[in-house]
């Protein structure tokens, strides 16, 4: 049985705010693969391209046949709990503050046997479990073995939510509410139980379509944000930014053009301007501040999203100064990252491909819609992941890429 | 089947020395080798410069290994082993060393298990001690290999009916030993109740299933029965030996070492069978390792180990001598030197030269070594059997 998470108490401003303190953070290069296939929100193990046998824990060479090709392969991760323990001391910081910790051993049915956090939902030893991949607050990949079938308040688990960033009861910030994805994110974030969300709004003298419902939803409320405006951004951050447990940054300026199609730099400069400059005045203004409460009790700051696109990791060419605004904003929320790693706090890039909106009018389907991108944001949160590929489209041009990604710039160059 | 090991002939074992642990040091584990060896010397009334062979265990010297201690002791030597192998370490080194000597390689080997511990150094430890540790363990909080013996001690519960009273009674015996035995780190007696309810670690783990880490050191003497007859030096024999390492590497979850594998040869090659065995040094880093260890060491039948353990008493004075100085358990666990506690006992045991309280008449005694917990499982499994001078094949 997982207690539903209680509704978080009003903060004594009196107490000290934690200082945040991570799991064991140091791996192996090897087992840096289940990292990598864990902030995709994938369970992957090494496979021995020889023989076939599953090995744990990452190695560099096959238990069984000494083959040293290990390609890291997607588990089903069914298995069994063998045996249990809860832990009642640890020499670990992070873990002194958290215990008791339950924890399982776990004979999976592919082969070998895995130490993982256990879910409490998951029944007494013997019993069936499903094992998966999470990124823990180091950011590192780890393993929870969670029960068989969904159980009451599974998100809920005390452990659990040390691994991931639901918006249950945590505040919210949307960078952007004049789009479409904007309003579909306000609702998603509400519909999840978000306790409070600000939505910016960079031009408040403006009525622009929609706005006005999404201030009438309980819990939300407007606030001007212009992200080419240092000084707001500054102003704003020092209102809400000790506040905010999630930003997440969809503004974007969006345009289609090449080199060749246009003269001048006035837009390209207005797509880097909120893209890659607006990234960079919001995490200058509000990443300290959320750093500092990254250990604030149950709703502490946990997560920073932002909407990039497919397009950064391979140039459009159709698109080509929008998806160089994306890669400057790719690279540079990999420094946000690093930065917000010591912390705990999980930076998620998110890389549609085209959404279906007025800037992708020319483009085939299929086009991914601003709910089933909110949606996407909302279940990265909840599972905890670093990278997102929302829509068919994305998908397949991130299989693309990373199979080869000469093929994909010369693919996207004959589409443009 | 496999040729068997030929006997060690004239090589025997002598001089066991244990420099008193303490629970914490400044010193390094430097400080504590070299107190080993100078004991050996006194002890055996030897020069520095008749040591010829020296092997070295320790997990605290980095970054120094065995050759640099020869120059920090200014000994030559011509043989040198170093053996970092925990639990395993002691068995393993008076192994290597009776066939050194016995081969003629070495004359005089010193053996010497020894660690220091600083206030903070098992938690400094844990990141370097394995990679599949650092990987796959040390990530999950438990620090050390407390979660790996709290899933095992319960796997063993649920599967072989052993009750905590059970593990209980091996800790409380195990103490009786100790309070005669000056060196042991817990000096008052320790009742049913006091264990039962004592803080959970991991469970079902409590305080008193768990080691105490502390500093210090023991060593021994290899060397020709001749050499030790000259200098006067009660000896033990060491009628056989065993190690293994990384058996049944198929076992979803460890309720078996590699004993089982080689317990056959090992008293086969003794000429002897359990029964004649009169007191065991299990390694007790956890009591379930020491039942697990006599059931594969052939005192009782796989999962029979609880029920006898009901059975016997385990006092120096009762039925079942067991770990008679008190094991680590009691008398503390000083890194590497674990692995020759039991060793450096039970040569006190068969030469007379006890601390402890003597097992009357003892003839032959088992020391059992047990370690390395690089992932889920300790990989080393060790074994000897000793008899006092004139006893055996
Ligand atoms: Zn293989």
Redesign the pocket.
Known sequence: MIPPLPRPKRKNPVLRTRAPLLPPGPRSRAALGLTAAAALGRFELQE?A??G?VQYPPREA?H??L?VELPWRRQSGEGELIAETTIHHSHDTFFRERLPWRLGMVRLDAGPTVVAHLHGGCGTAPARVLVGARLDKAGQGVLVAFPPEEVPNMADDRQLREMTCDPKYRKVLITDGKTAVGQALVRAVCAAGAELVWVGHAEPWKKLPGLEQIDAMPGVSLVPLDLTDSRAVREIAGEIGGKVDILINNAEVHRTQGIASRSGIEVARAEMDVNYFGLLRLAQEFAPAMRARAADGQSSATAWVNLLSVFALSSFPGQGTYSASKAAALSLSQTLRAEMRPAGIRVIDVFPGPLDDEWNQTLPPPKVSPEALARAIVAALRDGVEDVYPGEVAAEWFARWRENPKALERELASQS | MTRAAADYGDVVVAAPVTVPYVRHSIRSAHHFVARALAGLLRRAGLAKSEIDGLSLASFTLAPDTAIGLTQHLGITTRWLDFLPLGGASGVVALRRALRAVQSGDAEVVACIGADTNHVDSFRQSLGSFSVFARDAVFPYGSGGPNASFAFLTSHYMQSFGARREDFAKLCVAQRQNALHYPHAMFKKPLSLEEYLNARPIAEPLRLFDCVMPCAGAEGFLVMSRGRAEALGLPYARVLSTMERHNAFAEDPIQLRGGWSLDRDRLYGSAGIAPEDVDLVQTYDDYPVMSMIQLEDLGFCAKGEAPEFVRRHSFTTDGSFPLNTCGGQLSAGQAGCAAGFLGLVESIRQLTDGNLARPVEGARFALAVGFGMITYDRGLCSAAAILARAGDGA
């Open positions: 021995c020889a023989c046998a096959c069984r046949c083959g």
